[in-house]
Structures are given as structure tokens and as C-alpha cells.
């Protein structure tokens, strides 16, 4: 993968670094690529600037979240003007910009569910990080040390976005079993569902976890209908494992991604190397038999 992969904003849970590790594991050309947590879509992106399909299902059940990565693909213009306008208006508040961040959130808990407002929030808030309370009212904290994305590198990136995905793509904000369900033969899913053991709880903005016996069964459904997918799931950080791991009756081979130095560990005056471990379908097995050996996080960095 050469060059620079664009993306729009910084996003918690992205697998942009880890894509070209990914994507080792895909074939090079196949029917669709469907995303049933798509997040900021890194995957989806990463596979259209590399050309291995030209037919995309981005689902996310976070339906703001959705709205944001649809409107860069399909009105970069309006996005980056709406952005560009939101993004400004915080300087107008002098010293307070907080406030301004704030504000914003405001506005979009009450209803103003504009992707700029969205894109806003996920510029500015802690870690790119999205959260909702138990009303569903996003309450993430904003990141008092920066402004957020530059309009100007916006706009490069999303135009970027737009050229690779624009007329290919559908978009949905559906249950992951309803997009599984949907899947089939020739398709390729990338599953990466929600962090293990954070939540089970469920509301009508945002699925904050996936209950492990539930999430086997759906993946059996797709084992059943021959569809292929790679799984995002458990992994281990200075030694310490994380997540449960999927069960052999699965028949995915597990291969281990170096996702690089953990920013928690340097925190904690540690260098602690974050590994991510990446579930390959039976079908795709040959591919995976016939792929080099796994790059390093700087090989695959470069």
C-alpha cells in the first residue's frame, strides 16, 4: 500500500494502521466488501485504494456516524463547507473555545444531527472517542489542548474519500445480524465488532457491545452460507490477553497483528507492544497459505 491513505477524522477503534496488515489477508478481487461496524469505514477505504472491489456496504448502527462517512462520499463539498463553518465558529469564543465544544454537543443532543456537527465533535472530543450516556445523548469530553482537523486537510482527504468510494457504496445503520443475514456468496465481511467487555447494553443510538454467544451464532450463519470474512477481535498488550477468544468449531485460522506501542503503556512509563488478533474464514485459507510472512508494524508502516 504506497502512498498515504486518506481518512476523515481520528476515530477510536480505527483500523487504519492495522489496514495494510488486513489486507494481506484479502483476495485481490472479489464481489463486495460489506462493513457491518464500520466506524469511520478505514477498511473500506483501504481496499478501494488498493481496487480489490468496486462495491461497498458500509453499516454502522450509529446512525449520526453513518450520516458523516456518507455525506464525505457523496457531498464532500457540503461537508467541508458546513465543517469549515462549525470549525470557525469556535474562535469567535476567544479563550472559552471548551465552551464552544460544548455547545455544539448541545445542539446535536437536541437534535442538529448535521455530519458536520458530528465530524466536529469527533475532531475535538478526547481520543476520537464516541460515547453516549444511558439517555443516548453523546457526552464525550473535548480535548482542551487542540482545535481539531484543519479545514484545509479536511478537504484533501474527504475529496480523496469521495473519488474512491463515490458511486459504489451503500449505506445503512441495521443490527449486524440483519447485515449478516443479507451477505452472500462471492461477498467479503470485515467483522470488527465493539471492544470485549466494555458493555452488553443496547439503546436506539448506539450498540455498545456484542454478547460473545450471540456473536459465534452469527458468524456460524455465515460459515453455513459459505460467505468469507476476517474477524477483528481479542488480542494481547505486554503480555496480558484481552477479550474472549473465538472458538475453534469456527475453523478460522488466527493470525496475530502487531499494532505497535501501546499509548496506554507509554503513559505508565512502559513499551508494552499491542497485538491484534485478525480471524480468517476457511475459504479464505489458501490465499492465507500463499501470502508472505507477516510484516512488522514498520514494515507495514512504510
Same mark, same amino acid.
Not at 469564543?93 to 465544544?101: A, K, N, P, R, S
Not at 445523548?137 to 484545509?152: E, I, L, W, Y
Not at 454478547?211 to 498488550?237: H, M, W
Given at each position: ?101 460544548? @455547545? /455544539?454537543? $448541545?445542539?446535536?443532543? =437536541? *437534535? +442538529? ?6 465530524? !466536529?465533535?469527533?475532531?475535538?472530543? &478526547? ?50 445480524? @440483519? /447485515?449478516? $443475514?443479507?451477505?452472500? =456468496? *462471492? +461477498? ?6 465493539? !471492544?470485549?467487555?466494555?458493555?452488553? &447494553? ?101
Amino acid at each position: 500500500m504506497n502512498g498515504k491513505m486518506p481518512h476523515i477524522v481520528q476515530y477510536q477503534g480505527s483500523k487504519r494502521i492495522l489496514a495494510p496488515q488486513i489486507l494481506q489477508y484479502m483476495p485481490q478481487k472479489f464481489s463486495r466488501l460489506i462493513e457491518p461496524f464500520a466506524g469511520m469505514a478505514a477498511i473500506s477505504i483501504a481496499t478501494a485504494y488498493e481496487n480489490r472491489t468496486n462495491c461497498f456496504w458500509i453499516n454502522d448502527l450509529n446512525q449520526p456516524l453513518v450520516n458523516l462517512v456518507k455525506e464525505a462520499v457523496e457531498n464532500p463539498k457540503r461537508l467541508v463547507e458546513d465543517y469549515s463553518a462549525v470549525w470557525k465558529e469556535q474562535f469567535s469564543y476567544g479563550e472559552d473555545h471548551v465552551q464552544h465544544f460544548y @455547545d /455544539v454537543r $448541545e445542539r446535536f443532543n =437536541s *437534535g +442538529d444531527e448535521k455530519p458536520a456537527n458530528m465530524l !466536529y465533535l469527533l475532531a475535538r472530543c &478526547v481520543k476520537g472517542a464516541v460515547r453516549y450516556g444511558k439517555t443516548g445523548n453523546f457526552n464525550q469530553s473535548p480535548d482542551k489542548r487542540r482545535h481539531g482537523t484543519n479545514p484545509k486537510t479536511l478537504e484533501q482527504n474527504v475529496y480523496a474519500i469521495a473519488c474512491l468510494l463515490n458511486g459504489k457504496t451503500i449505506f445503512s445503520a441495521l443490527d449486524y445480524h @440483519d /447485515v449478516l $443475514e443479507m451477505a452472500k =456468496s *462471492g +461477498d467479503l465481511v470485515y467483522i470488527d465488532p465493539p !471492544y470485549q467487555g466494555v458493555t452488553n &447494553v443496547r439503546d436506539n443510538r448506539y450498540f455498545a457491545g456484542v454478547p460473545f454467544d450471540e456473536f459465534v451464532q452469527a458468524i456460524e450463519i455465515l460459515n453455513r452460507k459459505g460467505v468469507d470474512y476476517l474477524i477483528s477481535y481479542d488480542g494481547t498488550c505486554g503480555g496480558k490477553e484481552y477479550g474472549e477468544e473465538l472458538p475453534q468449531s469456527l475453523c478460522c485460522k488466527k493470525v496475530m497483528l502487531n499494532a505497535g506501542i501501546s499509548s496506554q503503556s507509554l503513559l505508565l512509563g512502559k513499551k508494552s507492544i499491542t497485538f491484534e488478533a485478525l480471524y480468517v474464514s476457511k475459504g479464505l485459507m489458501p490465499i492465507f497459505n500463499m501470502q508472505p510472512q507477516q510484516l512488522s508494524f514498520l514494515e507495514a508502516m512504510s
